[in-house]
């Protein structure tokens, strides 16, 4: 059994540009959950795909949005990039069906720094 | 405003004894916790969880207990063990909320001595 894959692992941007994180869900998942990490912090939950449409979102502004594909991978895309957007983003995948009780499966995550 | 707090940042238990962590929500329509636990450089892994009918789920070592009224929850490590050392997340969510996704505390280090 595959586990979440997350790429790249490290990425460093400038202030102002655009970043895309990936991320492959566990096999056989079909829900998609981001969160991010700052240091210091728990995880704080962007949003979450199911069947390729966003169906729930934390309190982030609309510069992250992101994708799922039909084999259940997906993208987070953050535009207009800020310094405090410096973090561990993590990807976490869950078992079909409702994932409300479903415990989540995390990736390593990918960590961004923002100059 | 913090929904759910670990209001302990580090916690150094000795190898063998008993390792206790606590968390604490604001949030009174949260049902279901979750623990998870961190190695640096690693994801979080998923340990126990426990839904709001139940105030007690084992598993092995681990122990969840959960105080509704108090709105508190606390996870057991009994005996505890050096590949124990990590990060753990109290982690909550509200089931019928929809696709809320889960409000984590800010986490505890659990460091083992032995």
């Known amino acids: 059994e595959t586990g979440v894959t997350q790429s790249p692992t490290h990425l460093i941007k400038t202030r102002g540009q655009q970043v895309t994180l990936r991320c492959s869900s566990q096999?056989?998942?079909?829900?998609v959950s981001w969160y991010q990490q700052a240091l210091g912090q728990g995880p704080q939950f962007i949003f979450q795909?199911?069947?390729?449409?966003?169906?729930g979102r934390g309190n982030f502004p609309p510069r992250f949005s992101g994708l799922q594909f039909p084999n259940y991978s997906s993208e987070l895309n953050v535009n207009a990039l800020e310094l405090d957007d410096s973090a561990l983003y993590l990807c976490?995948?869950?078992?079909?069906?409702?994932?409300?009780?479903?415990?989540?499966?995390f990736g390593n995550g990918t960590r961004l720094t923002v100059t | 405003d913090q929904q759910v707090k670990q209001n302990s940042p580090s916690l150094s238990v000795q190898e063998g004894r008993i390792s206790i962590l606590n968390c604490d929500y604001t949030?009174?329509?949260?049902?279901?916790f979750l623990w998870y636990k961190k190695y640096p450089a690693e994801g979080p892994t998923f340990l126990i969880s426990?839904?709001?009918?139940?105030d007690k789920n084992e598993d092995g070592r681990f122990t969840v207990f959960l105080n509704k009224s108090a709105k508190h929850l606390s996870l057991h490590i009994v005996p505890s063990q050096p590949g124990d050392s990590a990060v753990y997340f109290c982690?909550?969510?509200?089931?019928?909320?929809?696709?809320?996704?889960?409000?984590f505390g800010k986490g505890t280090h659990l460091i083992i001595q032995p």
């Open positions: 426990i839904s709001s009918i139940k």
């Open positions: 949030n009174s329509m949260f049902d279901y």
């Open positions: 982690a909550a969510r509200f089931s019928g909320g929809g696709a809320d996704g889960l409000t």
């Open positions: 096999s056989g998942h079909n829900t």
């Open positions: 976490a995948s869950s078992t079909p069906g409702s994932s409300y009780n479903s415990p989540l499966h």
């Open positions: 795909y199911y069947r390729e449409e966003e169906n």
